[in-house]
C-alpha cells in the first residue's frame, strides 16, 4: 500500500453552491459510519507508523449524540436567551444512526421535562437547545440565513455537529480527525493545523474510498502540508500532529507558526501566489526533520 495514498481528492469548486434551505435529514445521504470510521483510520495510522499505538479520541462512539445531523437552527419559541437546532440523526440515509437517535431522544426529552421552563414552553426533543451567545446557528441554519460553516466540533461538549444545510456527511472524516486532536490547533497555527487534518481526512477518503474531497477553505494548509509530505513523507507529519511530543513541537513550532500566517482558513485560493515565498519553511522543515529525526523520514533526500 503505497503512503501517502495519492493521487488525493481535491475539493468540490462547487461546494459553496450547495445549500438546502429547509433539509429533513434525507439529503445527508454521505454520512460515514463513526465507528467503522474510527477503525479504519486506525488501520490507516498502523500502517504508517504501528508504533503510536491506538488513537485517542474524546468521542464516546457509544453515546448517543456524539454525532448529531443539525438543521434550521432558530431562536426557540417562548425562551429567550436560547436557540433551537432540529436534529435530524433518524432520517438520515445511513440507517446505523436511526436506533441511537431514539435513544437519545428519550434521554432529551427526559432533560428538558426537568427544567420547568422548557416544560412550560412545550420544549420538544426533536430539537437541541443552546444558549444563544454559542453561535450554534452558524451550524445549523441556511449560508442565507446565518450558516457560515459546514461541520464543527464541541471538544468541550464532546459533539460532532453536521449542518444539514450545507453538508451530506462526508464531513465527518475531517471533523473526527479533530476529537483526536492531543493538544491545541495554536500549537501549530490554525491555518497549518486544518491543513494536517485536511491532508490525514483526504488520505483516508483515498485509501478506504470515502466519498470526502477536501474543503477549499483548508487548501493553503493543505497545499504546504503537502509540500513537506513530499519531502520528508508523512510519517514524521503524522507523529508530530498525534504526539505532540516537547522534542517534535520545540522543534518545528516556529517553522509551522510562521507558515500558518500565510495560510489562514477561509481565503479559498487566495493564497497560492504566496506559496512560493513559504519554500524557505518547507526546506527549514525538511532540514531540521532530517537532522533530527531521520528515522522518521520516509522520503530519500532529492
Known amino acids: 500500500m503505497p503512503i501517502p495514498n495519492y493521487p488525493h481528492p481535491t475539493p468540490d469548486p462547487n461546494a459553496a453552491t450547495y445549500n438546502v434551505l429547509k433539509p429533513t435529514g434525507v439529503e445527508v445521504s454521505q454520512l460515514p459510519d463513526l465507528g467503522t470510521l474510527a477503525a479504519n483510520i486506525q488501520v490507516w495510522l498502523n500502517e504508517i507508523d504501528p508504533t503510536l499505538g491506538a488513537i485517542k479520541s474524546w468521542c464516546d462512539l457509544a453515546k448517543p449524540g456524539t454525532v ?4 434550521n437552527g432558530e431562536a426557540a419559541p417562548g425562551l429567550p436567551g436560547f436557540d433551537r437546532l432540529k436534529v435530524l440523526n433518524g432520517s438520515v440515509t ?4 436511526h436506533g441511537i437517535h431514539n435513544t437519545w431522544k428519550a434521554v432529551n426529552q427526559k432533560s428538558l421535562d426537568a427544567k420547568p421552563k422548557f416544560k412550560a414552553n412545550n420544549a420538544s426533543a426533536d430539537y437541541l437547545y443552546i444558549a444563544s451567545d454559542m453561535n450554534a446557528v452558524s451550524y445549523a441554519q441556511h449560508r442565507d440565513h446565518g450558516g457560515t460553516t ?3 466540533t464541541d471538544s468541550e461538549g464532546k459533539r460532532i455537529f453536521i449542518n444539514a444545510h450545507s453538508d451530506k456527511g462526508d464531513m465527518l472524516v475531517h471533523e473526527f480527525f479533530h476529537t483526536c486532536d492531543p493538544g491545541d490547533p495554536s500549537q501549530l497555527g490554525w491555518g497549518m493545523d486544518e491543513g494536517m487534518v485536511d491532508f490525514f481526512s483526504r488520505d483516508v477518503a483515498k485509501r ?4 470526502y474531497r477536501g474543503n477549499g477553505a483548508y487548501e493553503g494548509g493543505y497545499q504546504v502540508v503537502k509540500r513537506i509530505v513530499d519531502r520528508v513523507g508523512l510519517k514524521l507529519i503524522v507523529k508530530l500532529w498525534f504526539q505532540r511530543s516537547e522534542a517534535l513541537v520545540k522543534t518545528f513550532q516556529k517553522i509551522t507558526l510562521a507558515a500558518a500566517e500565510f495560510v489562514k482558513p477561509g481565503e479559498e485560493g487566495e ?3 504566496r506559496l512560493g515565498s513559504l519554500n524557505p519553511l ?3 522543515f525538511e532540514k531540521e526533520g532530517r537532522a533530527k529525526f531521520a528515522a522518521d523520514v520516509t522520503v530519500a533526500r532529492s
Not at 445511513?94 to 444512526?97: E, L, Q
Not at 478506504?208 to 466519498?211: E, H, L, R, T, V
Open 94 to 97: 445511513n440507517a446505523t444512526y
Open 208 to 211: 478506504f474510498g470515502y466519498p
Open 282 to 284: 518547507i526546506a527549514e
Open 150 to 152: 459546514s461541520g464543527y
Open 68 to 71: 448529531l445531523i443539525v438543521g
Open 271 to 273: 493564497f497560492t501566489n
